[in-house]
């Protein structure tokens, strides 16, 4: 199994509009993208300083799943319409689980 964490830390002008957006959209991808085995994401609970805000966790049977959900036109505009215009800083990893 393969699974994907992306961070995010949102930009300073970033509206509570626009990050209920980015979930509204994210929500929506699992039943769109079937190679999505789970799909888990929300905001930082604040418990430490210094962390991200948001963060997505996505499981997918194998490597080729995930390239299936990463280049989904859909998971695509996700990124460029909601994601990018409101990000300061993004970390991302794939790791066997």
Known sequence: ????VVLFTWSEDATD???ARVAAELRELPGLIPQIRAYTFGGDLGVNQGNHEFAVVADFDTVDDYLVYRDHPRHLAVVTDHIRPILAA????????
């Open 17 to 19: 509009e626009q990050k």
């Open 90 to 97: 993004r970390a991302a990893v794939q790791i066997e689980a």
């Open 1 to 4: 199994m393969i699974r994907h």
